[in-house]
Every structure is written in structure tokens, then in C-alpha cells.
């Protein structure tokens, strides 16, 4: 089982352009969320899914859209990308009636 | 906002002595969770204390949780090189399994 896993691994960005990162799991979980680490800022939740088909607003939403068509894969889109979008991007799962999350090996972006 | 605020920001011991990395934060939980995150990789969660609970253990791992204090504390007995890397206290507030992560403490255990 792959687990977790993010395409792609690293990607450079001009301001203004649009990008899709994909996070796919194997683990039949329920639970997707999308987070940005930034230097000494810790994770922030973006967007959230508890399930196929649904999304939520996290903590720092605005700039980005997700969307849940099938329950393995979770998109994170930035329509006009901003240096300020400059993070590195992880993706979470977690099975239904757990607590546990199981983190992807991040997506490493720069936006010029 | 940040819920947890981790204290200390850095901490560098001898391989073999005790680490101990402590965390407050803000509002009633459901549960606090502790991870790990090795250089450049994504977090791996260690050890998970409900908001019932006062004590947990995991191998080398010893978790406190004080509720009437909003603090946990995260004890790594006998250090080893590869427990170098960043930990981070993540609380588990407004259901759905939404946490909310600490700034982190970044430990390094030298040989």
C-alpha cells in the first residue's frame, strides 16, 4: 500500500498562474484535509472533506478551492497564485471513528 | 490562530538523556495528539491522550495531559540520534477530526 502520496513533489509558479495539487490515498478513509506549513507557523488547515463529494473551509481558505469527486483523491487548486502561497502543502487522511492522521510526504511550492 | 503554543521552540541534548517538550493551549479539547516530522518529510503521529485521560505511555514515550492547566507535556526517555527532528502538539477542538497544530520544538540529540 502506497498509504499517502502528492503529486507533484515540488513546483515552481509565476504569480497569476493557476496550479492543481493531487492527493491520493489507498486507505478506503474518509476524512481529507489539506494543510500549509510555513517557517514557525506550524500547520494551518486550508480546506477539509468528511467524506465523498463534500468539502469544508478550514482555517486559512481564501485562494484555494478543493474538490472530492471520488473518496481517494483530494485536488487543492489556486486559481491565481500569489507569493504569498509560497509553503509547503500537506495532505491528512483519517478513517471514519479514528483520530489518527496519516500525513502525505508534502508538496513543496514556490510562487515567484 | 494557533490553539498550541509549544515551549521549548529549540532543544539540543546529549544522546541518552530525557527530552521533555511541553504545550499549552487555548480551548476545551476532545483529545491532543503529539507528531513527528523528520526533515523534509511529512508528520508521523506518535501518541494520542483523550481529554479524560491524565497519563499515557507509548515505548519511550510518556504523554501528561492537565486539562485544568490547558497543558500537555511530551517526555522522550533515553534519547537516540534518529528522535532528532521537529514535534509538534496538535489539539483536536471542533469535531470532525480537525486539528489544529502547534508552532513546534525542534530537538536535536547529539551523539
Known amino acids: 500500500n502506497a498509504g499517502v502520496t502528492q503529486t507533484p513533489k515540488f513546483r515552481v509558479l509565476k504569480t497569476g498562474q493557476s496550479m492543481t495539487l493531487l492527493c491520493a490515498q489507498d486507505m478506503n478513509h474518509e476524512y481529507m484535509y489539506w494543510y500549509r506549513q510555513d517557517p514557525g507557523m506550524g500547520l494551518r488547515l486550508i480546506h477539509y472533506?468528511?467524506?465523498?463529494?463534500?468539502?469544508a473551509k478550514g482555517e486559512v481558505p481564501d485562494g484555494y478551492n478543493v474538490s472530492r469527486l471520488k473518496k481517494q483523491n483530494f485536488l487543492l487548486g489556486l486559481e491565481s497564485a500569489a507569493p504569498s502561497q509560497t509553503s509547503v502543502y500537506f495532505c491528512?487522511?483519517?478513517?471514519?471513528?479514528?483520530?489518527?492522521?496519516?500525513f502525505g510526504p508534502g508538496t513543496r511550492l514556490t510562487v515567484l | 490562530s494557533q490553539q498550541g503554543e509549544e515551549d521549548p521552540q529549540a532543544l539540543s541534548i546529549q544522546e541518552g538523556e530525557n527530552a521533555t517538550m511541553n504545550c499549552s493551549y487555548k480551548t476545551s479539547i476532545n483529545n491532543l495528539q503529539w507528531y513527528r516530522q523528520n526533515s523534509g518529510r511529512g508528520l508521523v503521529h506518535l501518541i494520542l491522550i483523550r481529554s479524560n485521560e491524565r497519563e499515557k505511555h507509548s515505548g519511550r514515550l510518556r504523554v501528561t495531559l492537565d486539562t485544568s492547566k490547558k497543558s500537555s507535556s511530551l517526555l522522550i526517555t533515553a534519547s537516540r540520534a534518529a528522535d532528532t527532528a521537529s514535534y509538534f502538539c496538535a489539539t483536536d477542538a471542533w469535531g470532525a477530526q480537525k486539528l489544529v497544530f502547534g508552532q513546534g520544538t525542534r530537538l536535536t540529540i547529539n551523539p
Open positions: 491528512a487522511t483519517v478513517a471514519g471513528g479514528t483520530d489518527t492522521q496519516y
Open positions: 472533506s468528511v467524506g465523498e463529494g463534500t468539502t
